[in-house]
């Protein structure tokens, strides 16, 4: 794979500085395209052999182009805050808006790439850690971002005389480290795995690019072109014609057919007596295990869904009336802000994650939009369909992280919500939340039905079940979801436990 | 001052009891009208003696209230991240937006106060930093913050029984630590220092109201219904009229009274072939101390204001040239997004800020306020002039953390400027840079002049200076523009290592 990286190609200094006006002010002109009509950011990642030439191309291209609007991020291993959520957080966190610039030296390949050259993960473990990027940056892709991958790479010789010739350098020795020349150590284990990195990772929606890193000239031409190519391709290409976002058609509910909901007895129920001791009892527990894990450093995630009405705001508050308020945030999901809307479609949920040792609680989630969006049309076919791939991926990545993860839909059937809403219209400081909207989601229940079998079928795995909740009865819906809480801290609490042996 | 707060005043639990559930319906219907039209957000302070029931009385809050628009921040000592930048750094990242509520156990009083309760820090000290903490509850009140502060009170000899009972009991001894019994053996010297901090606090805007701690019933009841009214009146007041935002009237200027411009020497220059020695030369040195700084953690804030077409733009590039892109990011400040108009001004500046061993250069910035906003009147009279006062507050703690700060105006003359704006016409690739809205600045040329000499005549300080740079020879502005920012470079890392010694 690298041989064609060793072909020893130059570029004079003649032909360099001939082209490299041209090229700048075409790499400004299409930056300036992007920034004015911000249709697409990009996320440029460079990796590759040490003291190939990474760092120095970053700086010329931010000499090219415009830095305002071009970020070079140089994450390599997560520190401080980053490291209290999953590892890929820390990438999630600098994604540059529409019309914006990033480039990532030190990118989610370092960790994986580095930790098996180590020998800490095996292949398998490299494997996996290959295809949560592959899903990863599908989702970056989808989710309008252009990826342009850069794999910098010079033979071994090569390598060694740069870092000789850095080190003998007063200027520039500081730039030779310890760890620089343990790399070069393990120049032949690094190659079989960065190729085994670039073949997986290689795909149609964001391919890798070697670059011979010998001659400066001829990698910065390279890159640089690369960009701008890259670049003036995707504004040229028709805006993409906004795929359809009809409502699907109103289904004929086949009576035979049952839904995952049908299923549920929704007359479950608790007598007021035994819901008073059981409250008391679950909410001590509860309180006990937030203190577990606040001190263990493990964090909670739980997201609430459920029919207007069902009860969400009633359960959240039973849950968090057991917590220290030090110790949690709720965080409502209603329309997304600017900064939101500017980056792809899970980076609202990413920010929101919790430290360590603290409890997020979603009133309404990620799932919206497989939900409402999907129902309403909101989101166009293709959107939520992804979007089911791209939640089980952000949930696999917090359950690997040893986040304990609950999920609720608080089921009621349609006559307990009119009786609901009736009763709502007559409670004066109730009276707000009911809307017209409100009744016109009623008419879409079979519609919002059938999404939410979709979505149990879909996105309920062994490690992130779903807790449908029958919620006719409050008693009964607000116990399951504290003891599903509590089940799911000491779960997290076992985990690390074991993790820990 | 903390007498009236060991009164013994109690209330039964059937006073408690019949007054609840009627607080709790108000309380949360303000909170709800406050969420559905967020004229403004609130911050609680809650302060006090250790055991006092702030916490608790927190969580009877969170209980009564909706938990989703409600969050406790626990803030003490900051850590990580914050503590890579000013102190208030911490509190400024988590201002809630409007329409939402915050409450904040250890607040940015905590510090002052406990440091100068162990003895680390002078009464002078002291001061200083309740001048600072007026001045930033004024800007909050200022950007449409309620601030409601509580100094919970108990007597020393139920603060030694609250403690000892905590301590016995197998459930909560986890609470009280040796930080608690510590700071109890401390009292006596708490009360005073806690005393002044309230006596020099208790402004007009922003007032403590010292609540007895003792009888939990007494305090939650005190506490929530102090919440209901403050946010009640504030609802009720008519919305302030919106102050008049007209552009200041165009003055007559007077031939006999110069400006801070109008004494600089705008041709001044620098020969080519000086110039290309010079630059390598300053730009070396800026590159080694970029790298002196990024070792030693300190942070860089580099501010560029200047006339149209006075080369901002050229002049950020040849600092960044000089930078490792690793190391530096540009912000470019233009419209701010709804959530940095959702809360008080200089927040989004606030949020900005690098991180320890980082450069952030601003591409214009916080002094928007005090120039294209007040000359175009996009700010109140009010909201400008309040603006010098917040400007020094942010750049002082800037400097006081051992930020190296620059900040320039680049200057050039009308007919240079004339001159520049023809040639922009004349190069495709620059033409996009001129509109039909910098020759309208034009004619406001003296109203800006004038925005400029005030400007400078309140926020130039001998710890932040301005520097005037006389950009009509560029060669002679970038010359200049990288001297300074190696100066304020060698001036950090000079400041920083007498602080160590």
């Not at 970053?58 to 999953?86: I, Q």
């Amino acid at each position: 794979m690298f041989e064609t990286a060793e072909l020893g190609r130059k570029v004079s200094r003649k032909e360099y500085e001939e082209a490299v006006p041209a090229l700048r002010t075409d790499l400004l002109r299409v930056q300036n395209e992007l920034r004015l009509e911000p249709r697409f950011s990009v996320v440029m990642v460079f990796a590759g052999v040490d003291g190939a030439g990474k760092g120095e191309t970053v700086n010329t291209l931010h000499a090219w182009m415009d830095p305002r609007y071009l970020h070079a991020h140089a994450l390599g291993l997560p520190s401080g805050e980053e490291a209290e959520r999953p590892p890929m957080y820390a990438f999630w966190r600098v994604l540059p808006a529409r019309g914006r610039i990033a480039a990532f030296m030190g990118s989610w390949y370092t960790n994986p790439i580095l930790s098996r050259v180590y020998g800490e993960t095996s292949d398998a473990d490299l494997g996996a850690a290959l295809a949560r990027i592959n899903a990863f940056e599908r989702e970056l892709v989808a989710g309008d971002v252009l990826v342009l991958k850069f794999w910098f790479h010079i033979a071994k010789k090569i390598q060694k005389k740069r870092l000789k010739q850095l080190a003998k350098d007063p200027e520039l020795s500081w730039r030779v480290t310890e760890r620089d020349w343990k790399h070069f150590e393990l120049y032949d284990e690094f190659l079989p795995v960065a190729e085994r990195a670039i073949r997986e990772t290689s795909t149609g929606e964001a391919p890798w690019t070697i670059v011979e890193g010998t001659d400066r000239r001829y990698r910065e031409l390279t890159v640089g072109r690369h960009i701008l190519a890259a670049i003036a391709q995707r504004l040229e290409a028709e805006p993409a014609a906004a795929p359809a976002k009809e409502p699907p058609p109103r289904l004929e509910r086949r009576e035979d057919q049952p839904t995952i909901l049908s299923l549920l007895d929704a007359s479950k129920q608790i007598a007021p007596d035994a819901y008073a001791k059981k409250l008391r009892q679950l909410q001590g527990r509860l309180n006990r295990l937030s203190r577990d894990v606040a001190r263990k450093g493990i964090s909670g995630v739980f997201a609430f869904e459920g029919w207007d009405a069902a009860g969400k705001g009633g359960a959240i508050r039973r849950v968090t009336a057991a917590l220290d308020a030090r110790f949690y945030e709720v965080i409502p999901i209603a329309a997304p802000t600017d900064e939101e809307l500017a980056r792809p479609y899970m980076w609202r949920f990413w920010r929101q994650l919790p430290r360590a040792g603290q409890l997020t609680i979603f009133d309404r989630s990620w799932y919206g939009r497989v939900l409402v969006e999907r129902v309403e049309g909101f989101a166009s076919k293709e959107e939520w369909l992804r979007a089911y791939k791209e939640i089980n991926q952000f949930e696999s990545q917090l359950c690997e992280h040893g986040v304990a993860l609950a999920k609720f839909w608080l089921h009621i059937d349609n006559d307990e919500q009119a009786r609901r809403f009736a009763a709502r219209e007559e409670t004066s400081y109730k009276k707000y939340k009911i809307t017209a909207e409100d009744y016109r989601n009623r008419e879409k229940w079979d519609l919002y039905e059938d999404a939410v079998n979709e979505m149990v079928e879909r996105t309920s795995t062994a490690l992130t079940p779903w807790t449908l909740v029958e919620a006719n009865d409050k008693r009964h819906a607000r116990v399951k979801v504290l003891e599903t809480c509590c089940a799911a801290l000491e779960n997290a609490l076992e985990r690390a436990r074991k993790k820990r042996r």
